[in-house]
């Protein structure tokens, strides 16, 4: 028995590889190297952030805290505020020989010193070149002898393709540096909720905390990303890892590298995902593309022609499919660029040129200006979904902007009914039913009763338009 298991053992032996099909690649060169090879050529480039945030506190003097039950006895807080130190822990990545590192911004916010380690054991004192917040990018710039730092080579990350091999590197929970292995599960992940800009690589590489900022690389060593996020009900790798595309950073990097901010393209112009449903309503052939809600006045957009229910399909040949895409591809284009945008109107295709202006600084009004008359106060309850005509008194409690001339509110929706389920709110504003205006509750009622199953609302909220479908 026993020499029958070790000629079955032989035989296996015999067969087996010894490494991994997946661990030996080629490089552009087509000279064979292993996956140790490409994390030894990453590693160098890879450095820890260490960011510490000092807070003024004003500690309490009595026993028992603020607990007002005990001020009377012990009188009011007396102690002066003091400093209270907050360290962070993160990742980041050389670019530049002359000591230019890429981080996240999450990883240095707010930060009143910073220091980075390299993978050789040197301590820098890095100052902050410049943020972004909407990408959470953040450059820094090494100060002392930067000599012999070892930056990487940036790669295309558009060329990536689901399933290609990635390395994660960085210093997971302070442990030191780390390399790990997975493979790019998805692209273009949009609408995460992380950044305000979000065009995402997914990968199942293990990215835990203090890997943010880190290098995603792929087979040729070269940055494809830069590790920001995971999706995780633990804490802790899950397999859904997300990171900044090279082709998003390199741009955010620059602009902040020469001037400190990032400009970005701006259409004027409120937009919306096209589901099945939403495609029926428009008569439009396929939910392919971006809705066009709102033009703001005298915004790039208007000037150029374009309309509310335009679809946008493509913006310099580059298709765009999602709300997500199109508002990173105006984005990345800069101010004062001319694009090319394919357009899907009254089911006929044409192009526009857009001179793309400036994004404003937050907090600027985007929105346009609706023409018509305020309405009568009557009201109307309708499938679950009671309505009011605008007038003054309806305005001031739902705060409609100004810009809203007409329309009637909701001013309530009955739980349970299908009103509820329909995506409307309580102090939204329906401008528009089945592509009609409404000037008051009269036309409301005449254009709600002759639509039959569907009924398409244009509607305000919060200054913003957008399409709904109703379902009766």
């Known amino acids: 028995m026993a020499s029958v298991s070790s000629q079955a053992a032989a035989a296996?032996?015999?067969?087996l590889l010894p490494a991994p099909a997946f661990a030996e690649t080629v490089d552009q060169r087509g000279k064979p190297v292993t996956i140790a090879d490409v994390a030894g050529r990453a590693l160098p480039s890879v450095v820890t952030v260490a960011s510490t945030k000092v807070e003024r506190v004003r500690p309490s003097s009595m026993p028992f805290g603020s607990d007002p039950l005990f001020r009377g006895f012990f009188g009011p807080g007396s102690q002066p505020p003091r400093d209270q130190r907050e360290h962070g822990l993160g990742s980041g990545v050389i670019v530049a020989s002359d000591g230019i590192v890429l981080t996240n911004n999450h990883v240095v916010d707010g930060a009143d010193e910073i220091k980075v380690?390299?993978?050789?054991k040197r301590e820098f004192t890095a100052k902050i070149l410049g943020t972004d917040p909407k990408s959470d990018l953040a450059v820094l710039k090494l100060e002392g002898d930067t000599s012999r730092l070892t930056p990487i080579s940036i790669g295309d990350s558009s060329s990536l393709r689901l399933g290609d091999v990635v390395l994660a590197i960085g210093n997971p929970f302070g442990v030191g540096e780390t390399v790990t292995m997975g493979i790019v599960s998805a692209k273009g992940r949009a609408n995460v909720g992380i950044a305000a800009y979000e065009d995402f690589i997914q990968t199942d590489a293990a990215i835990n905390p203090g890997n943010s900022g880190g290098a995603l690389v792929d087979m040729n060593g070269r940055l494809v990303g830069i590790n920001t996020a995971i999706l995780s009900r633990s804490g802790g790798n899950q397999g859904i890892g997300f990171a900044i595309p090279s082709n998003m950073a390199k741009p955010i990097m620059d602009s902040l590298v020469k001037t400190g901010r990032v400009v970005r393209g701006w259409l004027g112009i409120g937009i919306?995902?096209?589901d099945a449903e939403l495609a029926t309503a428009l008569g439009l052939p396929s939910a392919n593309g971006v809705l066009v809600s709102e033009v703001s006045a005298g915004g790039p957009a208007e000037k150029a022609g374009l309309k509310r229910g335009d679809v946008v399909?493509?913006?310099?040949?580059q298709s765009v499919s999602s709300t997500g895409e199109l508002r990173n591809v105006v984005a990345a284009a800069g101010a004062r660029v001319k694009v090319t945008m394919d357009l899907l109107r009254d089911g006929k295709r044409q192009s526009v040129?857009?001179?793309?202006?400036?994004?404003?600084a937050e907090g600027e009004g985007t929105g346009g200006s609706s023409a018509g008359a305020p309405s009568n106060g009557s009201s109307s309850s309708l499938d679950g979904l009671t309505l009011q005509g605008l007038d003054a008194q309806t305005r001031r409690r739902y705060q409609v902007p100004a810009s809203v001339t007409h329309g009637v509110v909701v001013t309530d929706i009955e739980p349970g009914s299908r009103a509820a389920d329909q995506g409307l709110r309580v102090g939204d504003v329906v401008l528009e039913v089945n592509r009609h205006a409404v000037d008051g509750m009269r036309s409301f009622q005449g254009r709600y009763q002759a639509s039959k199953d569907k009924v398409l609302l244009l509607v305000s909220r919060q200054g913003n338009t957008m399409y709904l479908v109703f379902s009766r």
């Open 117 to 120: 380690f390299t993978q050789d």
């Open 12 to 15: 296996v032996s015999a067969v």
């Open 313 to 317: 399909l493509a913006v310099d040949g």
């Open 353 to 360: 040129t857009v001179e793309l202006g400036e994004m404003p």
């Open 272 to 274: 919306q995902d096209i």
